[in-house]
């Protein structure tokens, strides 16, 4: 049962560096969600997709980006990496029904440096 | 502006004792109320999903509440495990974007031997 796979679990970067973070799930739900997790703060979304081929900006999508090919895949990008990024984000997938719930990956805890 | 308040922030209560978790929301058109266990380290886990018809919904021994009229929502624990040391999340979904999740910033259990 592995439901909600992120890697890596950790990483360290550089300001101006780039990187993917990897999601993927085994469920075949058609919602995916990433989501940054700062101290003292609810989760904010980032970017969501309601398939393979289609995504949309979330509420705080700036200095990242997504893509969608396939219904168990959902990466995040990081093209220029500021300070501001350091955080755990948090990827997320669901039925997108009403009364189902979301199913969430354990986190990458991400520090720009 | 939708928001969802949580409260105490944190919370330490010894092994074996209840204890009650409160959220507050202002989220509109209001669809359900979601309560979340996370783990240090880990993604949240859903415990209960409430729509504005529920009054109460149970997991073992998490007793969750809704007055949809008064706008508030508590999380009971009863007879608490060391086990039960996580952050708990209250969630709003709106009825227009059912799958977009308004996150309130948690309360911190701490549950001592």
């Known amino acids: 049962n592995a439901g909600v796979t992120q890697t890596p679990k950790f990483r360290i970067l550089k300001i101006g560096q780039s990187m993917t973070l990897q999601c993927t799930q085994d469920m075949n739900h058609n919602y995916m969600y990433w989501y940054r997790q700062d101290p003292g703060m609810g989760l904010k979304l980032i970017y969501y997709s309601v398939g393979a081929g289609i995504t949309d900006k979330g509420e705080v999508p700036n200095g990242y980006n997504v893509s969608r090919s396939t219904t168990e895949d959902f990466p995040l990008r990081l093209e220029l990496a500021a300070p501001s990024q350091t955080s755990v984000y948090f990827c997320?997938?669901?039925?997108?029904?009403?009364?189902?719930?979301?199913?969430f990956g354990d986190g990458t805890r991400l520090s720009i440096l | 502006k939708n928001q969802v308040e949580q409260s105490p922030q944190s919370l330490i209560i010894l092994e074996g004792k209840n204890c009650t978790l409160q959220?507050?929301?202002?989220?509109?058109?209001?669809?359900?109320l979601r309560w979340y266990k996370q783990d240090t380290g880990r993604g949240p886990v859903s415990l209960t999903i409430m729509t504005f018809s529920e009054n109460t919904k149970s997991n073992g021994r998490y007793t969750a509440t809704l007055d949809a009229d008064t706008k508030q929502s508590s999380l009971h624990i009863t007879a608490s495990q060391l086990s039960d040391s996580a952050s708990y999340i209250c969630?709003?979904?709106?009825?227009?974007?059912?799958?977009?999740?308004?996150f309130g910033s948690g309360t911190r259990l701490l549950v001592r031997p």
């Open positions: 969630v709003v979904s709106r009825m227009d974007s059912s799958y977009k999740l308004i």
């Open positions: 997320a997938s669901g039925t997108g029904q009403n009364n189902q719930p979301q199913h």
């Open positions: 959220c507050n929301y202002t989220v509109s058109p209001f669809s359900n």
